[in-house]
Antibody, heavy 121, light 111 residues
């Protein structure tokens, strides 16, 4: 079964860049599928941040597009999230996922356990 | 305010059947986009329960079922068990937002 694990700082200062990496095991990213990031602020609902295909094709949430970059490193079987100019509103549990697409929509098939990132000085 | 509307909570006794609704609009579910459902036990990562409106991933019991009609979708859970107590989220795609969107979540309590 595919396993995903997020890693990165749990505390980021306002205006700085949030950087997370997702390590994938038991499946080679370069085989296929989209790979995505989803976040959940404490006590709130889920928000799709964006996704990337192994070839590098990306889709970003339009509301975050100006601040987000998702990249993939097939040699390390990892993909990463960079979110720039963060504020307290970006405090959330960030999860990586393997994305499964049906004929017209996509969902998160396998999830990492999630990592809490707090934005605070 | 979530784009997809779910009831905040539902409850049922062990063995009973409950349904959780997910109401959208003509820019998402009503536009024909598939609906997916997740189960999240507090403190753990969400688990995909239903994809493509009605399909169950391998390992998901057939007590869980999904349906879709018009601008709404429903998750049905039959033979309620204590382990089903969790939060449930629906998800689809929205053309106005050009992004995948989630419902606000429904807390299921097994009485």
């Amino acid at each position: 079964q595919v396993q995903l694990q997020e890693s990165g700082p749990g505390l980021v200062k306002p205006s700085e860049t949030l950087s997370l990496t997702c390590s994938v095991s038991s499946y080679s990213i370069s085989t296929g599928y989209y790979w995505g990031w989803i976040r959940q602020p404490p006590g709130k609902g889920l928000e799709w941040i964006g996704s990337i295909y192994y070839s590098g094709t990306t889709h970003y949430n339009p509301s975050l597009r100006s601040r987000v970059t998702i990249s993939v490193d097939t040699s390390r079987n990892q993909f990463s999230l960079n979110l720039r100019s963060v504020t307290a509103a970006d405090t959330a549990v960030y999860s990586c996922a393997r994305v499964l697409c049906t004929s017209n929509s996509c969902c998160a098939e396998y999830w990492g356990q999630g990592t809490l990132v707090t934005v605070s000085s | 305010q979530s784009v997809l509307t779910q009831p905040p909570s539902v409850s049922g006794a062990p063995g009973q059947r409950v349904t959780i609704s997910c109401t959208g609009s003509t820019s998402n579910i009503g536009a024909g986009y598939d609906v997916h459902w997740y189960q999240q036990v507090p403190g753990t990562a969400p688990k995909l329960l239903i994809y493509g409106n009605t399909n169950r991933p391998s390992g998901v019991p057939d007590r869980f079922s999904g349906s879709k009609s018009g601008s709404s979708a429903s998750l049905g859970i039959s033979g309620l068990q204590a382990e089903d107590e969790a939060d449930y989220f629906c998800q689809s795609y929205d053309t106005s937002l050009s992004n995948w969107v989630f419902g606000g979540g429904t807390k299921l309590t097994v009485l």
